[in-house]
DNA sequence: CGAGCCGTTGAGGGGATTCAAGCTCAGTGG
DNA sequence: CCACTGAGCTTGAATCCCCTCAACGGCTCG
């Protein structure tokens, strides 16, 4: 069970005569970080009609590898997963995604996704049909410079994955990814824990790896396992943790 | 000892009247693969001058992880390392660049550059100063989705390698990165093997590890190291090897 | 209430690390 | 010319971490 997401009101300056979903741009919460964050009212309002708001439940999927690529998302709350099937047969998560990230982007190169994209927790999303960037692109040059901000930030993600959640023993990578989720925490300072399968196609361990290094650090109250799915961490206990494993 | 690479000649039809440079780029070998293969002569004219094309031996620097990014590059030949230093204090290689890449982009987005990179070979490079795609940014539609494209590319390199190296048994990391170090061969057929620091660094291993894992192929026949740091591979034989692997 | 999923814990075995020693090879200097 | 040296590679033995296989308990749902 997952509670539903605050839905915030409207603000007040903005109940004019503009269309409903530019207003809803408008007061996006996350609008300051989002792409469209770089473009003015005028053009906002020339493509608002355009642009869907899903929201979707955990495990659901948002495009699947190969599909065609016609839009690109900004996720506004939530967590998405990126999972694609090694060729030893076995599922493995290569990247997550959190409120402000950018998925999806190889549609504005006019390619099919390269991984599977999954809703981890309850998500909300902006759906940007890919023609509306190609026209866009034509003239505004802020657009673009957001753009490639994100691209790098994915690009700086995806190493800093592979330097902290494929290196070192299991319990550093479990403490790795508790930290990672940890700057996805939701206003009550919970995190989304994902199931044991979950953390080991992360980690690439197994699934009682995961349990037993969930346990061991539960035994510590480092950390409080909430279920479903959501847990409450200690920092201070989980760095002492972390430490006196880098000491070893 | 690494043999010198081979100077192509500038072909005939452009011996003409244009700068010594402009010439160089447009008879550059990986032209049509390169990012500046997106833009006609005219475009090309106006930027040689400022282009230079270092030439660097193995374990020289490229540039820093946090040195201000003055310049993005496309490698022209040899293979390029991506490093940093875990906060286990280790260093970790976390990805490869080859033949027709660029590295450095977020120089792009007058940021520091994120990684140390260094080169693994004998590496011939085209530097480009970030002013310089910049003025062109503003006219040049063609440039960017060249952009765009190889951001994604190496967005999806990083990804992979999670799926890839970051995966499995310590045998079938070894065979994946032999794979990947294939697609760099040069025109004997000979890749570049690293040293077994190096490998460890890449595949989260010890150095005793990777030594062992090697010893092994090489005595299945599937690879002839060919010191120093080169080797000739049997795909055949190391594809039977991957294949009996999995099926444990 | 039984079925099924998920998480947990234990026992045993295997693969990687650790620690240690010996090897090749290039460079150095007696 | 050749011992000496040090870096890199290899191999062995012991240890340990993680995987495998197995059993069990809590929970949700039909």
């Known amino acids: 069970m997952n509670a539903p997401l605050p839905i915030r009101p409207t603000p007040l300056y903005l109940q004019d005569?503009?269309?409903?979903?530019?207003?809803?741009?408008?007061?996006?919460?996350?609008?300051?970080?989002?792409?469209?964050?770089?473009?003015?009212?005028?053009?906002?309002?020339?493509?608002?009609?355009h642009i869907a708001t899903p929201q979707l439940g955990p495990d659901e999927r948002i495009f699947g590898r190969g599909d065609p690529g016609g839009a690109v998302y900004t996720v506004r709350s939530g967590i998405v997963r990126f999972e694609r099937v090694t060729e030893g047969g076995d599922r493995r998560i290569v990247r997550l995604a959190g409120r402000g990230d950018l998925i999806g982007q190889e549609a504005l190169l006019q390619r099919p996704y390269a991984d599977e994209a999954v809703a981890c927790t309850e998500v909300q999303l902006c759906r940007i049909p890919r023609t509306l960037v190609d026209q866009l692109g034509r003239g505004e040059n802020a657009l673009l410079l957001e753009l490639m901000r994100r691209w790098q930030q994915a690009l700086e993600q995806a190493e800093a994955w592979v330097a902290d959640l494929a290196t070192g023993s299991a319990l550093r990578r479990v403490l790795k990814l508790l930290a990672l989720l940890?700057?996805?925490?939701?206003?009550?300072?919970?995190?989304?824990?994902?199931?044991?399968?979950?953390?080991?196609?992360?980690?690439?361990?197994?699934?009682?790896?995961?349990?037993?290094?969930?346990?061991?650090?539960?035994?510590?109250?480092?950390?409080?396992?909430l279920p479903p799915r959501h847990a409450r961490l200690d920092r201070d206990?989980?760095?002492?943790?972390?430490?006196?494993?880098?000491a070893a």
């Open 17 to 49: 005569d503009s269309h409903p979903q530019a207003r809803v741009c408008a007061a996006c919460e996350v609008r300051r970080s989002a792409l469209f964050g770089a473009l003015d009212a005028a053009s906002l309002d020339r493509i608002h009609t």
């Open 182 to 225: 940890d700057r996805h925490a939701d206003e009550q300072g919970l995190i989304w824990l994902p199931r044991r399968e979950d953390m080991g196609a992360m980690l690439d361990m197994t699934v009682e790896t995961a349990s037993r290094m969930v346990s061991r650090l539960r035994r510590d109250g480092a950390i409080v396992p």
């Open 237 to 246: 206990r989980l760095a002492a943790v972390l430490a006196s494993q880098d």
